[in-house]
């Protein structure tokens, strides 16, 4: 697959930049807000946002149980931020009638970083996507708290007070961080997810 179909959902969050590294990639990205734009794609970023309003957008859209069914078929979807709480099993400090995707084997706190004004940038050693540790923006971000053992952790927090979460995941072809990479000018993050949908 030399140029796979990339949709980036677009019903909320920072779809443009996604759109712009994939390109980057080799890639062919699309937005995504339709059933049938789904189903016409390779793979799927869950770009962040608002993970309570994507998911009430998500059921709105009637893409959540298509979503859902094309996850449980092996469709590879790489979640940023508020894609990693939608793509988690399991959510703390969240709404009583928040809904996730699911998918990964994992239990992940909302806005465990802080607020807005907390936002802050970590050097995150990740050897999957080799050296230098990846620059990586936090803004509102979760992380995983608990891990099943199917999900490979991929990166850490490195110093600070929160040293050593967990703040990158792979199960399967499914991957999140609880960073923006798109927000940054380093592409490796989304190289190695079109790497994964190419394999």
Known sequence: MSAPKIGVLALQGDAREHLRRIDDCGATAVPVRREAELEAVDALILPGGESTTMSKLLNRFELMD?????????????????GMILLADRILDAPP??????GMDM???????????ESFEN????????????????????????????VEVLGRVSG???DGKVVAVRQGALLATSFH??????????AFFVDMVRG
């Open 123 to 150: 050097e995150v050693p990740i050897p999957a996507v080799g050296q230098p540790s990846f620059a990586a923006v936090f803004i509102r971000a979760p992380w995983v708290e608990q891990a099943g053992p199917s």
């Open 97 to 102: 009638d928040q809904e996730t995707i699911g």
């Open 160 to 162: 600070g007070a929160a």
């Open 107 to 117: 239990t992940v706190r909302r806005n465990a970083f802080g607020r807005q004004v």
């Open 66 to 82: 298509p979503l859902r069914v094309r996850i449980r078929s092996g469709l590879p979807v790489y979640g940023s931020c508020a």
């Open 181 to 190: 990479p798109e927000l940054t000018d380093d592409g490796r993050i989304h």
